[in-house]
């Protein structure tokens, strides 16, 4: 069900291969402050980083795109999108420290969302971050997603704490349109 890329203005976002381990590594898999608030520590050698492509290969419910400038393609990051329900797409994103504050998550995450609410099925699309992740809820709000809910003790960040952490939900959701039942107000 998921399309084979997405493209905007600035980025191509398609799906990981294994020749990406190499370049994920080096631009963020290996970086403390990009991979604080993300569920997995950083990487210590190539063959973490392989091994997570080759489980995100292996997912039959998700599909884990590689974002890549347009132009000279350049891994940038990555883009996980999960069918959580029938109804219900979740995501998760992570960019290089490079690429920080020029906007290109908010442009990919606005991208994939207006395609989740145009599939005939999809009625929701949503994430969370910790609370302390101000940027990634910069992103989420400035893409349309509307903070919905504190959700206590809701992830285990181990980069951050052994316990489990307070996060923000975040959705964008299709409007159903209803036909007014006769005899009813």
Request: glycine share 6%.
């Amino acid at each position: 069900m998921f399309p084979d890329a997405f493209h905007t203005a600035r980025l191509v976002l398609r799906p990981l291969v294994p020749g990406d381990a190499g370049p994920i590594f080096d631009s963020y898999a290996q970086d403390p402050v990009v991979t604080r608030f993300l569920r997995w520590r950083p990487h210590q050698r190539i063959e973490d980083t392989e091994a997570y492509v080759a489980s995100c290969a292996a997912m039959v419910s998700s599909r884990t795109y590689a974002i890549t400038t347009r132009g000279n393609e350049r891994l940038i990051g990555a883009f996980d999108l999960r069918q959580a329900t029938p109804w219900r797409l979740g995501f998760g994103f992570v960019l290089a420290r490079s690429c920080w504050g020029q906007g290109l998550m908010t442009e990919a995450l606005i991208q994939v969302a207006n395609w989740a609410l145009m599939q005939p099925d999809i009625w929701r699309i949503g994430a969370v971050c910790d609370v302390e992740n101000l940027a990634s809820a910069q992103v989420m709000e400035k893409a349309g997603l509307a903070r919905e809910a504190l959700l206590k003790r809701w992830a285990m960040l181990p980069n951050v704490s052994d316990q489990p952490r307070d996060c923000l939900s975040f959705a964008r959701v299709k409007i159903a349109h209803t036909r007014a039942v006769s005899g009813w107000p």
